[in-house]
Structures are given as C-alpha cells and as structure tokens.
C-alpha cells in the first residue's frame, strides 16, 4: 500500500517562502499522479496543481498561479510544492495525495479528489501578516 509523508511545512512570515515535500513509498504503480491539496480552518479542502509520472502538470488554482511550482523527483519519489509570496490567505493544512494516471481521462479529473487513492497527513503551512 502506497504510502505519503509531507514534510517542510511551518511558520512563516508573508512574502515568506517554503518548499514542502511529499514522500512516497510502497509505490507499485508506474503511471500516477500526484496532486497537493489544501484545506484552509472552516473551509473545504481544495485543489492546487498536480503532476503526472510523465512530468506533465494541470493548471494551478488561481489564487496561487505564479507563486506556486509544482515540480517531481522520479527518482527518489517526491514531489516538491515551491511555495513563494506567501500570504495570509494560503494558511492551511496542505496535503499531497497520489492516484492512478492510465489515461488522459485521469490526468484531466487530476483537480478531483475521488481521482485519489492515496493521501498524505498532512502539514501546517501558517502565514503571519
């Protein structure tokens, strides 16, 4: 069973930066996508980017186009969230998730949630004015 750990997450300042990470291990699939959520307190959890084992990557959400990178290590399965000119606003639990990519059907309902089988625990990102 697939499993995720997210790591890089903390306190920081706005215009403030952090990269967050997310592990994978147990991977049996080769053709998968991995996505970062994030769910903000009294919010839903939402959609931010994913990318796919092929490098491809969806839209961002576009609160964070221009701020955020999604970016992928096959290698050492992980994916990174370079996260820059934080703000307030993108405090919230962030998790990364993982789901099978068979097709390009996959990869376009890669912004939903169902199309996850694998989530990560989760890490605070605060942003402080």
């Known amino acids: 069973q697939e499993q995720l750990v997210e790591s890089g997450g903390g306190l920081v300042q706005a215009g403030g930066s952090l990269r967050l990470s997310c592990a994978a291990s147990?991977?049996?699939?080769?053709?998968?996508?991995m996505g970062w959520f994030r769910q903000a307190p009294g919010k839903e959890r939402g959609f931010l980017v994913a990318?796919?084992?092929?490098?491809?990557?969806?839209s961002y959400l576009d609160s964070v186009k221009g701020r955020f990178t999604i970016s992928g290590d096959n290698a050492k399965n992980t994916v990174y969230l370079q996260m820059n000119s934080l703000k307030p606003e993108d405090t919230a639990v962030y998790y990364c998730?993982?789901?099978?990519?068979?097709?390009?059907?996959?990869?376009?309902?890669?912004?939903?949630?169902?199309?996850?089988?694998?989530w990560g625990q989760g890490t605070q990102v605060t942003v402080s004015s």
């Open positions: 998730a993982s789901g099978p990519n068979e097709s390009k059907i996959y990869f376009a309902r890669a912004g939903l949630s169902v199309s996850y089988d694998a």
């Open positions: 147990g991977r049996t699939r080769s053709n998968y996508l």
């Open positions: 990318i796919s084992d092929n490098g491809g990557i969806t």
